[in-house]
């Protein structure tokens, strides 16, 4: 989502993952694809969103309930801060909906390896303003 974000314009862009493989996916991607993208190895969502945001774009986050709760609180603190948030997700069973607002819907090849079927409907949602609230 980095390189989406620089590719479309983006100035100041920084990919986050706790998974250091996909830490150094991301700088390696980043140049192959010409893009300038800080890289954060860390778990972000023990802090604060920094004030100097201006969109968060997070992706396939609601896929365990331990997750989801904390992405969900973290998302909420920087909507409320008045961080735009951005979030793609293929119908993970803990994301909620009912805070959502459906922007794209996109069709989108995997491995059976991984998910259950060759093609899965992604969408990207806008968090609204209130935050989203814990999964029912």
């Given at each position: 989502m980095a390189i989406a974000a620089a590719r479309a314009g983006a100035t100041d862009v920084?990919?986050?993952?706790?998974?250091?493989?996909?830490?150094?996916?991301?700088?390696?991607?980043?140049?192959?694809?010409g893009q300038r993208v800080?890289?954060?190895r860390r778990d972000v969502l023990d802090d604060d969103p920094a004030d100097d945001i201006d969109v968060i774009l997070v992706?396939?986050?609601?896929?365990?309930?331990?997750l989801a709760e904390r992405a969900s609180a973290w998302l909420r603190r920087a909507r409320a801060r008045g961080i735009d948030v951005l979030i793609g997700d293929p119908g993970r069973p803990y994301l909620p909906l009912d805070e959502l607002e459906e922007l794209a819907t996109y069709e989108v090849r995997t491995t059976t390896e991984l998910e259950d079927m060759a093609l899965k409907q992604a969408r990207v949602y806008r968090l609204r303003s209130g935050g989203i609230t814990a999964p029912s």
């Open positions: 920084t990919g986050a993952d706790i998974d250091p493989f996909a830490g150094v996916a991301i700088g390696l991607n980043a140049r192959a694809n800080a890289t954060v992706g396939d986050c609601w896929y365990e309930a331990l």
